[in-house]
Structure formats: C-alpha cells, structure tokens
C-alpha cells in the first residue's frame, strides 16, 4: 500500500514539473521585439496619464483595408496633437493573425505594416512598439476566420510637466493652453499688463504700481510687475534681463526715439496755469510732427489733503492732459498714464502746504 502511494506521488510531482516547465517556456520570449514590449508592462498599473484606446486595423493578406485606413489617420492625427505639445508617447502596435502554420511571422508582418503606414505619415518610429501574438486571442469563434487577421494600435501618453511651454507646470497650471511665447502670471494664465522699470539719466528712478487690491513699487532698473486686471494684486517684482525685455518691449523700444524729451505742465487744482497753458501748445506742435511716439504722464500733487484724495487728483491731472493730446488728434503709439499723488515731491513739504511748483505732470516723449 505505501510503495502504491509512493508511486502515485511521484507521478503527481511529474505531472506538476512538467507543467511548470511547460508554463515557464510559454511565458519565455522568442524575440527581442516581445522582450522590448516586456519592459513596458508598467502600461496597465496605470503609470501613464492617459490610455487612447483606436479602433482594430483589419489586413488582407498582410496589406491594409480601404476601410481601416480611416482609422489609422485618426491615429496619425492624435499622436502629433500629442507630441506637437511635448508629452512623452509611446504607440504600441500588436499584430494578430488567424490560425495557420507561419500565424506568428503573419502577425509581425501586419504589425509591421502598419508601423510603415504610420512612419510614411510622419509619426516617429522611436515612439512606436512593435508586439506580436500569432494567432492568440482571435476576433472570430473561428481561429482561422479572415477576422482575426488584424493590429490593434495603443497611445500611451504622459503629459509633460509643463504643457504650453510657458514656464508653469501643468499642477498649477490653470491655462494649460496659452499661446507659444505669451507672457503668463504664476498660475499659467495671461498678464492682461505688464510694467518695466527702464534705465534712464535719473538717479533713484522708481514707480508705483496700484489697483484696487494693492500696491506695489518698483525701485530698481530692469524690474518688471504684472497686473491682470484691476481688482488683483500687482506681481512682486522680478528683475529680467536685457534680452527678455527686447523680447517683450522690442516694439515699442524700436518705435521710441533714443532722445527722450521731457516736460513739466504745471497746475492750478485741475487747470492748467497760464504759462503751462502756452508751453502745452508747444508740445501739441512738437508731437504733431512726430511720427508715432510714445507719451508718458506721471501726475503729482502737493501735501494739500490726504494721500488718497491727492492720488486721484494726480491722475485727473494725467487724464486731462492725456485728453487735450487725443482731442488734437495727435498719432501716438502709446500714453501710459500714472500718479504719484503727493509721495514724489519736486520741492519737500510739510503735510498741508501750498506749493505751485508741486502740483505737476511730468510729460515724457520717446
């Protein structure tokens, strides 16, 4: 009885060895093309950011139908959506075959084939992965049905870090498709303004830059705030160098003349003084004959009233003179208006003093 249990033990061992070797050469690859797509079995545990799943390409022979060509423009038309934003692809093609002799070397020939369509059609081939499976998994209750004759086309896409190439990542991203080159804030949307400091001849040249939210000053050449409207805070200032702002302001600079003319209007609450008065149709003369320049206004008041009031008042001073160079249909390229109220004094005060010379605009011509 033991020598029978013995016996039929050792058969079931056999048994099970044998299987396991069976299995273990089943799973072993029988080309480098299967063993390259191995490495990529990380597909299904979900490391990409997105799967895009194509319809079956069905072969005659090892030629491609009329009617999956279709398909495989579709493929070509996603993948360069793709890859023209700069994510990493990877398009892997199975070919299947029906059940005959040579069904393996069948499959490799269709997958083959449409590797050669989609290359012919401009897609790389070092993004694509070839994959063959003979006459596995067929289409057709029939294994040998016409069906099965056929390659399956994956994308596997991750997204790049930064998709529009604006300096963001897509975490804080929240315009991930801004135009190419298109100055962006930190959250990758669109600065509706930008401000730089230029150098010029004065000394401790500075700027301040307000909206509803905040105030920010800018002390130092070569610093630039945005602004995206006028209920959010300016920007901190960051200094860039001399080729991002040709990049930016190249325009503008290039339409600038390289003499800047500058003028003082002085006033009286929101008029003009008399002798402004005249020296302003001066100025009207001079820009007439000018070809497009660039007109900037800075608007000043004295230590009369409170700080806040006396911003306004600075800027109703730009803002008339800014409509007396419209209303002479002047052609300009640019007016940039600003005030500093009462915190840029051209004669120092006490708070509360009268003081003519004070109550200013500053008129700047590039």
């Not at 991750?158 to 991203?173: F, I, N, P």
């Given at each position: 009885?033991?020598?029978?249990m ?54 005659y ?52 084939s449409?590797q ?8 790389d ?22 069906l099965?004759?056929r390659?399956?086309v ?16 897509r ?18 949307c ?15 040249s ?9 105030s ?75 070809q ?38 002047i ?14 004094l ?21």
């Amino acid at each position: 009885m033991q020598k029978i249990m013995q016996k039929n033990f050792l058969i079931s061992f056999t048994i099970i060895f044998f299987l396991s070797i069976t299995s273990a050469l089943a799973l072993t690859p029988k080309d480098t093309n299967t063993l390259q797509i191995k490495k990529y079995s990380n597909f299904i545990d979900g490391d990409f950011d997105e799967i895009v799943r194509f319809d079956e390409i069905y072969m005659y022979d090892v030629d491609i139908k009329e009617d999956s060509k279709s398909t495989l423009k579709d493929v070509v038309d996603k993948v360069k959506t793709y890859t023209n934003k700069s994510n990493e692809i990877i398009v892997n093609i199975i070919g299947y075959s029906f059940k005959s002799s040579n069904a393996l070397e069948k499959s490799k020939e269709n997958a083959l084939s449409v590797q050669a369509y989609l290359s012919e059609h401009g897609i790389d081939k070092n993004i694509m992965r070839i994959e063959y499976r003979g006459a596995k998994d067929p289409l057709h209750l029939s294994a040998d049905h016409a069906l099965s004759n056929r390659a399956i086309v994956t994308m596997y896409v991750t997204l790049a870090k930064d998709l529009d190439q604006d300096g963001v990542l897509r975490e804080q991203d929240k315009c991930p498709d801004t135009q190419r080159g298109m100055k962006v804030g930190e959250d990758g949307c669109k600065i509706k303004t930008l401000i730089v400091l230029l150098p010029d001849k004065k000394t401790n040249s500075s700027i301040l830059i307000a909206t509803d939210k905040s105030s920010v000053a800018v002390t130092k050449p070569n610093q630039i705030v945005s602004v995206r409207s006028k209920d959010s805070a300016p920007s901190n200032p960051k200094e860039i160098d001399t080729n991002e702002i040709k990049n930016l302001f190249g325009e503008i600079i290039d339409a600038t003349n390289t003499e800047q003319l500058s003028y003082i209007l002085y006033f009286n609450k929101l008029e003009l003084t008399e002798e402004s008065k005249e020296n302003f149709q001066n100025i009207l003369s001079i820009l007439s004959k000018m070809q497009s320049p660039y007109i900037q206004l800075i608007g000043h008041t004295d230590t009369v009233g409170n700080s806040n009031s006396n911003k306004t008042l600075g800027s109703q001073r730009t803002q008339s003179v800014a409509n007396t160079i419209q209303s002479a249909e002047i052609t300009y390229l640019k007016i940039d208006q600003d005030t500093y109220g009462e915190s840029d004094l051209a004669i120092p005060t006490d708070d509360n003093m009268d003081e003519q010379f004070n109550r200013r605009v500053e008129l700047f011509i590039h």
